[in-house]
């Protein structure tokens, strides 16, 4: 008996329930992926009770865990409750915490949903179930009352049963496609052209401070040697101090005693900023790593304040942290290109005609 239920169908294709949901309607697009027949609807009649008889018997209100980050009673939107509690079984919840990408099939996921004076309202679920829906990722939509029955909807004067392959469900939910339709997380890592920028922001920063760490470690102040032909508190030019002390590693300084041209990886040169009165203003480090940044010579570049912390400076209404490749250092120094972007002294031999 394959008998098409027409009425069913268009009514389905409407959402009684758009409240909220921007998309536009592609009828056409919704009819494709939610009709149903007389006979799917008593099949998936049979499978929300099924369902609700299921996650009675486990009890998932005692031994399934709520979404990661979110308590009972958090706050929802329309067309769900003011306030939602979320469950989910170990498939959904090992997807979420692994964050991989789309829940398998037997995920189930429950939503309560309360009004603002905390009374359940109904129950909403997707339970992921193979080869039931193949076009919209096998979602197996149902709406329970808190009795768990079957809520329904009126629509041209048809009761509309809200289990299955509901339209308004899947309509709705489809903004989130991209996320296996799924609204309260990211499923994936977020890879994002602004989490790409955080992250290496983040990075440079860490990269800073064990910077920092390594110089205070190796007490570069006692273990290092100043600048050749450089004492401490020689005058200096702006951006820098008025006064100014140089150290360097051993690796920057065999190049400069050499004359090696170069500084190799591993090259540390820091450089004490002071006010006229001889009190410390900043401390401004090239650190050359390897592959770091190819294009201006691999410096690593930073400006830190006498306590450690890496500075800031605001450029165009932004902070910009001085750690990293810092536009500014290298705009400057890149007037050194034959030398390494240094500027204190040559490191090569200057020959004399
Ligand atoms: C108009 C849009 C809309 C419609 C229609 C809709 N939902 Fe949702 N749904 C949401 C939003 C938004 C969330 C995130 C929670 C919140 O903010 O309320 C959500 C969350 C859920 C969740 C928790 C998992 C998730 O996606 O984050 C379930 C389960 C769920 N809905 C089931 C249903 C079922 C079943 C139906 C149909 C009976 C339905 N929804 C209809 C918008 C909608
Ligand atoms: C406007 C030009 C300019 C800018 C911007 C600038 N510097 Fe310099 N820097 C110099 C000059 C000139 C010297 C030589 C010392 C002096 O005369 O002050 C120098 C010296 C240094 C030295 C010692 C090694 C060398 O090149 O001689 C370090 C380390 C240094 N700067 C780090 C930085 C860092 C880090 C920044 C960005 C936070 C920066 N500088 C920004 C001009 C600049």
């Not at 150290?247 to 190799?264: D, F, G, S, T």
């Amino acid at each position: 008996m394959k008998l098409t239920f027409n009425l069913l169908i268009i009514a389905l294709v409407t959402s009684f329930f758009s409240i909220g949901c921007e998309r536009a309607k592609e009828a056409v697009e919704e009819k494709e992926i939610s009709e149903i027949t007389v006979e799917e609807g008593i099949i998936a009649e049979k499978m929300a009770n099924e369902l609700w008889n299921k996650i009675q018997n486990e009890k998932y209100w005692i031994n399934w865990k709520m979404w990661p980050g979110k308590e009972a009673f958090y706050k929802g939107k329309e067309p769900h409750g003011a306030l939602l509690t979320t469950y989910v079984n170990d498939a959904s919840l090992e997807t979420i915490i692994q964050k991989k990408g789309q829940m398998p099939p037997g995920a189930i996921i429950i939503e309560e949903n309360y009004m603002p004076d905390k009374t359940l309202d109904s129950i909403t679920v997707m339970h992921k179930v193979e080869g039931f829906n193949p076009k919209v990722n096998d979602w197996f939509w149902v709406k329970f009352g808190p009795d768990g029955k079957i809520a329904t909807a009126e629509k041209y004067g048809q009761t509309l049963m809200l289990a299955g392959k509901v339209a308004a469900c899947i309509e709705c939910h489809g903004e989130q496609s991209a996320n296996d339709y799924i609204f309260t997380s990211t499923l994936k890592e977020e890879v994002s052209e602004a989490g790409k920028v955080e992250k290496e922001i983040s990075d440079t920063e860490k990269m800073a401070n064990e910077l920092w760490d390594k110089m205070q470690n190796e007490n570069y102040r006692l273990n290092w040697k100043m600048w050749p032909g450089k004492e401490a508190f020689y005058e200096g030019k702006e951006p820098h101090g008025n006064y100014l002390t140089t150290y360097v590693n051993a690796a920057a300084l065999e190049v400069i005693v050499q004359k090696k041209e170069k500084m190799p990886p591993g090259a540390i040169i820091i450089k004490e900023n002071y006010l006229p009165d001889k009190n410390i203003d900043s401390i401004t480090v090239m650190y050359k790593i390897e592959g770091f940044d190819p294009d201006d010579f691999d410096w690593f570049w930073v400006k830190f304040a006498p306590s450690g912390k890496v500075m800031a400076e605001e450029k165009d209404g932004e902070t910009v942290t001085l750690a990293g490749k810092v536009a500014n250092c290298i705009e400057c120094h890149g007037k050194q290109t034959s030398n390494d972007y240094i500027f204190t002294s040559p490191l090569k031999l200057e020959h004399m005609y």
